[in-house]
């Protein structure tokens, strides 16, 4: 269905950072598959232990008891300091996930805590229950009835945060830096401002890290900087470096809820998926992944910064790691299709936002080289 504006391209191949496409033309790849190629195109190592996987076994039930997803979950638990884990496919999925459990638990204790307070501009998925969570109608038209329950505020603002939690308030969901709603960063006060609210008034505090989790923004995970824990984790994205498969994490005591028959998936956390993700996790310990995002995020931000000075188009530069964002005071599709058109490829967030998202293990040399091609089209598309 059309269900995307697509641009009229068709890649068919990738190695690293590039991406080539039905006439062979060569792109350098800031989308990344929005977020999902953590190791960029045909890592070796990812290679490997997927074709191993698939010549052993591809799938099975959650039935039985998948070693693979035993060895991911410890992983997973252990980086995040969560408990539990429950995987599935997809980032909505995900979050359906950690807001059922959210319900599940205040239900299972006797309390009529169900409301879920999230932000504005925010991004949690499409299914019913994500676009009603997100806070940006463009998502939500025409899809009414809509699930109930949801209170939007603004990011960053503690004081309207506060006055909206009440008796019925079961959990805040945030995503700790917006992706798609403009790449806008929650601040560390304001991230530990909602913590101390959450534990204050009995409320559940639950991140979506389904874009900024598995090293985009410098560390394992976004939370990690502003130095707090989430109650309830979810990832997906980058998770499986291409592999699709989603996990909600949580404290043991809120897992409880979700006992035997009370949620449930085909396809999550089988063994190739698991595997695929398990993979990606060490990739980054060994080839030291988290080091290099600081490093090249900083020069990409650097270079973002210095070509503000020179384009008047260009507002500010927004995110952290390799999750960062050029705000306009234009459209920035022509400046899109132009940098299509040299060769690199950029995504938006929103009409004015320009996202800018590489593998996690980009070189210094190809962060130079998309720096250039942005400043040739930026001089373009002002002409
Ligand atoms: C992409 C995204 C989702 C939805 O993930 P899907 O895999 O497309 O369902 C949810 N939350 C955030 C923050 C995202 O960036």
Redesign the pocket.
């Known amino acids: 269905m059309n269900t995307y504006g697509r641009h009229p391209l068709t890649l068919l191949r990738g190695k690293g950072s590039r991406v080539w496409d039905d006439q062979n033309h060569e792109y350098l790849d800031f989308v990344s598959g929005?977020a999902v190629n953590t190791l960029g195109h045909a890592h070796p190592r990812l290679i490997h232990a997927i074709a191993e996987q698939a010549a052993t076994m591809l799938h099975c039930s959650n039935l039985y008891h998948i070693p693979e997803q035993i060895e991911l979950a410890k992983n997973l638990c252990q980086l995040s300091g969560l408990d539990r884990v429950f995987f599935c496919n997809?980032?909505?999925?995900a979050?359906e996930a950690a807001m059922k459990l959210a319900r599940k638990f205040f239900y299972d204790a006797g309390s009529k805590r169900r409301t879920i307070i999230t932000a504005t501009q925010s991004?949690?998925?499409?299914t019913m229950q994500t676009i009603a969570a997100t806070g940006q109608d463009k998502v939500k038209t025409g899809f009414d009835p809509l699930p109930v329950g949801f209170k939007h505020v603004p990011l960053n603002d503690l004081k309207t945060l506060t006055e909206s939690v009440d008796s019925h308030t079961a959990a805040i969901l945030l995503?700790p830096l917006q992706?798609?709603g403009g790449v806008n960063l929650a601040s560390v006060e304001y991230l530990q401002g909602v913590r101390s609210l959450c534990n204050q008034h009995g409320v559940l505090l639950i991140l979506?890290e389904?874009?900024t989790g598995i090293g985009r923004t410098g560390t394992m995970f976004a939370f990690e900087q502003a130095n707090i824990q989430p109650d309830i984790l979810t990832l997906?994205?980058g998770l499986g470096g291409g592999v699709p498969i989603?996990a909600m994490l949580a404290k043991e005591d809120i897992a409880t809820s979700f006992s035997a028959g009370t949620h449930g998936t085909t396809f999550g956390g089988n063994p190739l998926s698991c595997v695929a993700a398990s993979t990606v996790l060490s990739v980054i310990e060994q080839e030291n992944i988290l080091a290099n995002v600081l490093a090249r995020g900083q020069q990409l931000r650097e270079g973002l910064q210095g070509l503000k000075q020179c384009f008047d188009c260009i507002e500010g530069v927004r995110g952290q790691g390799l999750l960062l964002g050029l705000a306009c005071n234009i459209e920035v599709a022509s400046l899109i299709e132009c940098c299509r058109q040299h060769g690199l490829l950029v995504l938006p967030a929103g009409p004015k936002v320009l996202r800018l998202l590489p593998p996690l293990n980009i070189s210094k040399e190809d962060i130079s080289e998309a720096l250039l091609l942005l400043e040739q089209c930026l001089n373009e598309v002002k002409e």
């Open positions: 929005i997809s980032g909505a999925e979050n991004f949690h998925g499409r995503e992706g798609e979506d389904v874009q997906a994205k989603g």
